[in-house]
């Protein structure tokens, strides 16, 4: 069965568009690399009062995502985005988990 995941990030201020047209353009081996890791449906939203980002995807019970942060190609996006949102001295975006309270099949 499925499992769904949230999280947060927070964006700095004044990138949002730059955020999004990034998205827009991802690296193609990236879109490839998440979903040979089993990841699939994920969406990130923003809410433009606090800057925080809210990411939910979906990922299947076998997937690899732990394997991710090994990989170049996710590296090298990470690199992209760390001048405009908040990442660990390794460039990985500052993700906090979120505690599902209601779910309506």
Do not use: C
């Amino acid at each position: 069965m499925a499992e769904q995941i949230a999280f947060r990030m927070n964006l700095f201020e004044g990138f949002a568009e730059d955020y999004e047209k990034r998205h827009d353009e991802i690296f193609p081996e990236l879109a490839q690399a998440l979903k040979e890791a089993g990841v699939s449906d994920y969406s990130i939203w923003l809410d433009p009062e606090s800057n925080h980002l809210f990411g939910l995807l979906t990922r299947t019970d076998d997937h690899t995502m732990d394997a991710l942060p090994d990989m170049e190609i996710v590296k090298r996006w990470w690199a992209h985005m760390a001048d405009i949102m908040e990442t660990n001295a390794e460039n990985v975006p500052t993700q906090i988990p979120l505690k599902r309270v209601f779910y309506l099949p």
